[in-house]
């Protein structure tokens, strides 16, 4: 049973690989440099005894010609014979893993879990990555009729620019904000500022979206160590709590859903989310949200209800969701400028929020920062999933 | 299904949609029991769950609802950029996505009158469907 507010699951430690275009390194190798990663943010874990599961995203077996995930990166993690299953939702299949890893630990079943995600996609030319991220769209009616993801998101952006007079300049500005904050992410993929003129400058992609509209082609992995809430102290003295989990589903085909300016299956998770953490939009103190594109994340702000509909491209112009504004909005740089190895981008979001609720972001860190939000769309929205951290 | 079984109705299938296709025709689906209407078809209604479906040809004049200008496309239709893409709304509501020819980019517009036209030929690639457009209206 569960009661509103309480913990879902704790997360004892978190772990990310570097991001970016990892050149000599295949998936494997950095899904292990994030379990790394976790262990020495958690010394007094012994990832062999301890870790009865594991739950891991990635997209596409097309990248590096490699299915059967699961076990390889169970092993590679010294974590054999523990039981390992892959999550597939797009990109936001690590997410998935999590909200699996998060019900396995709720079903009594196991009382600590690894989860994470990677996606290992730089070794392919950007037309090779573009067609198998492309197989996220429905086939028959996008990716044969000739709609690319970047072109699903145009769609969007045009119908929103049409319905609420949203500006390019408008979205623009959410670029400009993530490469602020990824500039102060050492693991981001481009640690570099961009000025709005550049990224309107920037070439077309998919009109109205430009290259600096749409996030990047990376490497990286990603994961966080699930358990019991009331055993998180024989592990840290820091511990994070899942207190919301929401997920919610739509037409795989855009052009089949009611309303093209908004996410049915984002608001839905977001007000399980919500209820489940009995909390309000008003009481997230941060947030990463999915900028796939710049237009995405105005959608976001709308979804989450941070911002009335239709409002979004005023909610940055506003200034609210800058580090150093009221509700401060991937201050990991976002997909935009971390990066966006898709299979890892769920649980990098975890990631993020853990690092900001104890404390450890370093020179993007929020103070004072109680209660962070998570929100992953697989595809062009037929998955979202939406989650809630306290600190403890 | 052995080939000597011979169907009353064409089954309401993909598959089906593109053979109709092939003969200049948009054909959707309809449950004869909700009324509920599915383009593409479907075999069993998402609704109420029959099967007593019927086909409905569609007229083929639509209102675009929004569009974008592709730059960068997969490699099977690279040669083609930039081209237009929309979504198109025929009527009752159904909704269908597909390349806009025959018109400048520039004078695109959310709300205009698009009709879908048919290229009879079916392509070489996989999966063999032909594939269709938008353009304005003759």
């Given at each position: ?5 309480k913990p ?21 190798e ?25 739950f ?27 039981p ?30 690894l ?22 769209a ?19 952006a ?19 904000k993530?490469?602020h ?29 430009k ?22 102290g ?23 859903r ?25 009481d ?37 969701p ?26 990098a ?44 | ?8 109705a ?25 009324g ?6 479907r ?9 007593s ?25 690279q ?17 269908l ?21 048919f ?20």
């Amino acid at each position: 049973m569960l009661v509103k507010g309480k913990p879902l699951v704790a997360v004892v430690s978190a772990g990310l690989s570097k991001f970016g275009k990892m050149e000599g390194f295949t998936g494997r190798e950095l899904f292990i440099e994030a379990v790394g990663d976790a262990l020495q943010r958690c010394p007094d874990i012994n990832l062999r005894k301890d870790v009865k599961a594991v739950f891991v995203g990635m997209m596409s077996e097309s990248f590096e010609h490699q299915g059967h995930i699961a076990p390889m990166l169970a092993d590679w993690a010294g974590l054999l014979p523990a039981p390992a299953i892959r999550t597939e939702v797009a990109c936001a299949s690590s997410a998935a893993a999590l909200r699996m890893g998060i019900f396995s630990i709720l079903s009594g079943l196991y009382d600590v879990v690894l989860v994470g995600g990677l996606e290992k996609m730089t070794k392919r030319s950007t037309l090779e990555a573009t067609e198998f991220l492309g197989m996220a769209a429905d086939f028959p009616f996008e990716q044969w009729t000739g709609v690319t993801f970047p072109g699903l998101y145009a769609l969007m952006a045009t119908a929103h620019m049409h319905r609420y007079g949203t500006t390019e300049e408008q979205m623009g500005l959410v670029a400009v904000k993530n490469h602020h904050n990824g500039a102060l992410n050492p693991k981001a993929h481009l640690q570099r500022e961009v000025t709005l003129d550049k990224v309107l400058n920037s070439r077309m992609i998919a009109y109205p979206l430009k290259l600096y509209d749409c996030s990047l082609i990376s490497d990286g992995a990603s994961c966080a160590i699930l358990t019991r809430p009331d055993i998180a102290g024989k592990y840290t003295d820091k511990p994070v709590y899942i207190i919301g989990s929401g997920q919610g589903s739509d037409s795989l085909a855009l052009s089949q859903r009611d309303d093209l300016t908004s996410l049915r299956a984002a608001r839905y998770a977001a007000r399980e989310a919500y209820e489940m953490a009995g909390i309000k939009p008003r009481d997230i103190d941060v947030a990463e949200v999915h900028d796939c594109f710049t237009i995405a994340e105005i959608i976001a702000y709308e979804d989450l209800g941070f911002c009335k509909r239709g409002e979004g491209g005023r909610f940055i112009e506003d200034g609210t969701p800058m580090l150093d504004g009221e509700l401060p909005i991937n201050t990991s740089g976002g997909l935009k400028s971390k990066g966006h190895p898709v299979g890892a981008t769920g649980v990098a979001q975890i990631y993020e929020v853990f690092l900001q609720l104890t404390g450890q972001a370093g020179k993007r860190q929020v103070e004072g920062c109680d209660i962070g939000l998570t929100h992953n769309v697989g595809g062009s929205g037929a998955t979202c999933f939406v989650h809630i951290l306290k600190g403890g | 299904m052995g080939k000597e079984d011979e169907c009353e109705a064409p089954q309401f299938t993909i598959e089906q949609f593109y053979r109709f296709l092939s003969e200049k025709k948009l054909m959707a689906a309809r449950c004869i029991k909700c009324g509920t209407k599915y383009l593409p078809p479907r075999p069993i209604c998402s609704n109420c769950y029959s099967r007593s479906l019927d086909w409905i040809q569609l007229e083929t004049r639509g209102k675009l609802i929004t569009y974008t200008i592709i730059h960068v496309a997969p490699p099977r239709l690279q040669s083609l950029v930039p081209y237009a893409y929309g979504i198109l709304e025929l009527e009752d509501g159904l909704r269908l996505p597909g390349m806009i020819r025959g018109i400048p980019d520039n004078e695109i517009r959310i709300g205009m009158e698009l009709e879908v036209t048919f290229e009879s030929a079916a392509s070489e690639d996989w999966p063999k469907w032909p594939m269709y457009y938008f353009k304005p209206p003759r």
